[in-house]
């Protein structure tokens, strides 16, 4: 039964699973509807700098992947990868003008994770360059729209992630989450992101921002999705020195999904939602998501991570320090874009000084300077220092409780191009960056939509406990309606 | 005018080891830069491609545990790495993954003999591991790189300012290279570039406490050298120091066809390497039971072994020849735990072993010579069961090819006849060939019995037993 990609695009994953589980629907059928949806929207968001259906489909084709009817749980199923993820093979830029002619030799582990269970990978999707920013403007490759207001921003890093899922053009995409970059965009695009415990999921094969911070993590436009591709991209790695033992020993996240929160002990911080410049519809989004959880028999109290307040500058420091050093292995020597010059000195400078947008550059700086001598202890180190405490707040309030609430974001996503301060950016992450600070699982899911643009709530819990989070959002997903998301359209809205 | 005499020279000496483990530092690539072809041991990791990750090679930190041993160093429980951080074109990263903060062993010594004629014990101030860097081959105006040496393991030994001179220097390097090559942690070949020394060398007015301004020496391509550079620069700091001069901080390196050293970065250009920890690795812990398992797998201490060899008898050239051959390792190893056999094992190595390696100019750890199938060899000789020649045909087959000592013997066919119907058989053939030497035999002419006996161990393929053969022969001539 051949399908139209605006049936495609209402599809969940798990429908399409059974769909050619029940031989209904062809591996094939999907791929098609992917690509046509691909090409309807395309033009209008840029969610993807490279689409790679052709090949995938040609490479599935010539194995017999979109036949057989194996057992493999993703067969046939179209995803897309953001393009800091190595794919073999296949070009991955990082969002940067400095690897626009690279191609991986090996897949990232999450990646071949997906592929061998039979997910056929339709693209390599935008990002702000290096996953830096958290609007997806800061892209070589042009910016990102969002589908439910091509006007505006979609959030960042992982904007292309979020975008394609929440129109429709695959059934789920892998994002990278350094300081919200799946949660923030996952929020603004109304679909729902994991960042996974640090060390759950492999980072083998991820270009690196700060790799103290980042995870992969998956977004999907339902819950149940999100959990089911967790399961299968988590895992330990052996070539992942910080993969850690947890990842194989943590509850799956599907099996027990639907059981509720009934009993869970959640806090929320009222003192977060006043103040932080927070708009009040997404406080409001926040009291909806603890009303909802206490309908469905959560225990939710009044507590408080009081350091969240330092996160940003700690954050700042952290992050900028290790991407000074993981960004200094693209000096145009090896691979990538290369900028002749009069001595090595010169390619050196011409290759990165060309190569490297603005934020880049501003973030090896910070980063250089922090670590620089006589500034190493004022900054890394105390920055470190907060780091150290702030984990120990959450895990003081992880020992009497199992969710903590809070925003993703503490305002919709604003018009693209309206260039906000730097700092005003920077500021913007300060709800999701602890989670990354503390290496804790968080999870965005939308709770509603509120002038026609979608609001999502933050939920944290204790190193691998990602099923509660999901079966808190669970709960709440079936509680909620997302009218007139981009995933409902025929085909994209005008920009306002 | 004051002279060279009014001051006191200090130098600290800086080591790098490469390892000699079977895999990378970071990841699984051959460590073999000199066998491949250049860039063949190139993985995402040696080649620093985005999202590659490294892993740390047990195996090397097993070796830099025996190696802070065997310098008597303490280990630190916990150790980790840092990142240091500099752009070159060799560095694939942009950043060598090294330590700092906490090596993995600290405060040991190794005993050299002072210019006083004394035991001079030198401080090392600092055991650790980290990366090497990639190969650069200049030709012409261009450079080539060669990935194969990035990522190979490294080991820098770090002394306190405690050498006072380019004697001291040199020794405290030869004497580091023995122990290190000794305990099996490399095998140090300086043509190799398997270890490199930098030195740091200062003079200051005598009586004065301050160091004086240092200049640092880099990568001397031998030790004789380093010493050349360093006595260079005595001389250089005294007449800068005699004419009221200051001394610049810089590096500097040796140019050994005009014997003088060269400016090669001033102070200026130093760099700040921004170390930090590196997130991609957790700290690894050594643990205290591995650390004692590896106490007891080490070898007695070099000093004590080289005191052995000379109380039980070995002269000075004899230990001259093994620590040149760097060859007291193996010794060790042929020895084993029994003890016994030193010395006829020394004697056979030096005699018969060093003779091949001078014949071939192949180096002993070059050879495929194991320190077990050369024991088995010398006790087949010293059993009877083969003799002289079919020894040195053994210990050629297993210099060139390897294998085990009996094997080939009973391979080459060159166990000793001890059939006595064999040799009975023989001895009437001969006899029947040379009639007319037995007459003379008989009429008492005994001298031609060494004739006849020599015509039947030829009949014998030289592997009669001579003892058995001279019995049965008498017997046949009556």
């Known amino acids: ?496 | 005018m004051s002279s060279r005499g009014d001051y006191l020279t200090t130098i600290g000496v800086e080591v790098h080891v490469e390892l000699s483990t079977v895999t990378k530092m970071f990841c699984a690539c051959p460590n073999s830069p000199q066998d491949l072809p250049p860039n063949q041991a190139a993985c995402p990791v040696c080649l620093g491609l985005p999202g590659a990750l490294p892993v740390v090679n047990r195996e090397a930190i097993r070796l830099g545990i025996r190696a802070a041993l065997a310098l008597r160093c303490r280990i630190n429980e916990t150790i980790w790495f840092e990142r240091k951080n500099y752009i070159y074109p060799d560095l694939v990263k942009g950043y060598q993954i090294s330590q700092y903060v906490r090596p993995l062993g600290e405060w040991g010594w190794l005993a050299i003999v002072g210019d006083d004629g004394e035991e001079k014990k030198i401080a090392i101030r600092r055991v650790h591991l980290e990366e090497d860097t990639c190969k650069l081959i200049h030709s012409g105006e261009n450079a080539l790189i060669d990935v194969n040496r990035s990522g190979v393991p490294l080991m820098e030994i770090v002394t306190e300012p405690v050498l006072r001179s380019g004697r001291e220097a040199e020794e405290y390097a030869r004497k580091l290279r023995a122990v290190l090559v000794y305990n099996g942690i490399s095998r140090c070949r300086l043509q190799h570039g398997e270890m490199r020394a930098e030195a740091n060398v200062s003079i200051a007015p005598r009586g004065k406490t301050d160091l004086g301004t240092r200049t640092e020496i880099k990568n001397q391509a031998g030790f004789n050298h380093m010493r050349s550079a360093i006595e260079y620069e005595e001389r250089r700091h005294a007449g800068i120091l005699d004419a009221g001069g200051a001394v610049r901080q810089e590096t500097r390196g040796w140019d050994d066809v005009n014997r003088r050293t060269f400016v090669q970065r001033s102070k200026e250009d130093a760099h700040d390497y921004r170390y930090f920890p590196e997130p991609d690795l957790p700290p690894v812990r050594l643990a205290p039971e591995w650390v004692e398992t590896e106490k007891a797998k080490l070898p007695r201490p070099y000093d004590d072994y080289l005191g052995e060899l000379r109380s039980l008898g070995l002269g000075e050239p004899d230990i001259e020849a093994l620590t040149r051959n760097d060859a007291l390792g193996f010794l060790g190893e042929a020895v084993g735990g029994k003890g016994d056999k030193t010395i006829l094992l020394a004697k056979r190595l030096i005699k018969e072993v060093f003779s091949l390696v001078n014949s071939t100019g192949r180096p002993l750890d070059e050879s495929k010579l194991e320190p077990a199938p050369f024991r088995r060899a010398v006790e087949l000789l010293e059993e009877g069961k083969v003799n002289g020649e079919g020894f040195r045909k053994i210990l050629e087959a297993l210099f060139q090819r390897g294998g085990e000592a009996e094997a080939i013997a009973r391979k080459d066919d060159l166990l000793i006849e001890r059939n006595d119907a064999a040799i009975e058989q023989a001895i009437a053939k001969v006899l029947s060939e040379v009639q007319p030497m037995v007459a003379e035999y008989r009429a008492g002419k005994k001298a031609v019995r060494n004739a006849i006996f020599g015509r039947v161990m030829k009949e014998l393929k030289k592997k009669g037993d001579p003892k058995l053969v001279g019995e049965l022969l008498d017997l046949a001539l009556g």
């Open chain 1, 1 to 496: 039964m051949k399908i139209t990609h605006a049936q495609f695009a209402r599809l969940t994953l798990e429908e399409a699973i059974r769909g050619t589980t029940a031989a209904e629907l062809s591996a094939i059928d999907l791929v098609e509807a992917s690509a046509a949806r691909m090409n309807v929207f395309e033009s209008t968001i840029n969610a993807v700098i490279t689409r790679t259906d052709e090949v995938s489909r040609r490479n599935a084709e010539a194995s017999g992947d979109l036949e057989t009817s194996g057992r493999r749980i993703l067969r046939g199923i179209p995803v897309a990868v953001k393009d800091n993820m190595m794919t073999r093979g296949i070009r991955t830029t990082c969002g940067s003008r400095i690897l626009e002619n690279f191609i991986p030799p090996y897949d990232a582990t999450a990646v071949a994770r997906l592929k061998s269970a039979g997910a056929v990978v339709m693209g390599k999707t935008n990002l702000d360059e290096f996953a830096m920013g958290s609007t997806g403007e800061h892209s070589a490759y042009g910016p990102t729209a969002n589908p439910w207001d091509p006007g505006r921003i979609p959030g960042g890093s992982s904007s292309g992630s979020a975008a394609l899922v929440a129109y429709g053009g695959a059934l789920a995409a892998l994002g990278s989450d350094t300081g919200g970059s799946i949660r923030q965009p996952a929020a603004f695009c109304g679909v729902v992101g994991m960042k996974p415990t640090y060390g759950r999921v492999s980072r083998y094969g991820l270009g690196a921002l700060a790799s103290s911070l980042d995870q992969i993590g998956p977004l999907t436009r339902t819950v149940r999705d999100n959990a089911l591709i967790l399961d299968v991209i988590s895992g330990r790695d052996p070539l992942d020195s910080t993969s850690a033992p947890g990842a194989d020993s943590a509850p799956p996240c599907l099996p027990g999904i639907e059981e509720g929160v009934n009993g869970l002990k959640m806090a929320f911080d009222p003192g977060l939602l006043r103040g932080n410049g927070i708009s009040p519809a997404i406080a409001d989004a926040v009291r909806r998501a603890v009303a909802l959880a206490r309908e469905g028999g959560a225990i939710v109290n009044e507590a408080a991570v009081p350091l969240i307040k330092y996160g940003v500058a700690a954050y700042y420091i952290i992050c900028s320090c290790e991407a000074s050093a993981n960004l200094a292995r693209f000096d145009g020597v090896r691979y990538g874009f290369r900028r002749e010059g009069g001595d090595i000195w010169d390619v050196f400078s011409e290759t990165r000084g060309r190569g490297f947008g603005d934020e880049v550059k501003r973030r090896i700086m910070m980063g250089s300077y922090a670590l620089s001598q006589g500034y190493y202890d004022a900054y890394y180190l105390k920055a470190a220092r907060v780091r150290r405490k702030l984990s120990e707040e959450f895990s003081r309030l992880f020992k009497t409780v199992d969710i903590f609430l809070l925003p993703v974001a503490p305002q919709f996503p604003r018009p693209l191009g309206a260039k906000a301060g730097v700092m005003e950016d920077y500021l913007g992450d300060i709800f999701t960056l602890a989670a990354n600070l503390a290496g804790l699982p968080a999870i965005s899911f939308p709770v509603g939509v509120f002038a026609d643009l979608p609001a999502g709530v933050q939920a944290v819990a204790g190193p691998f406990n990602e099923h509660l989070l999901y079966r808190l959002a669970r709960a709440v997903e079936k509680n909620t309606s997302l009218e007139n998301a981009p995933w409902t359209l025929a085909g994209p809205k005008e920009a306002k």
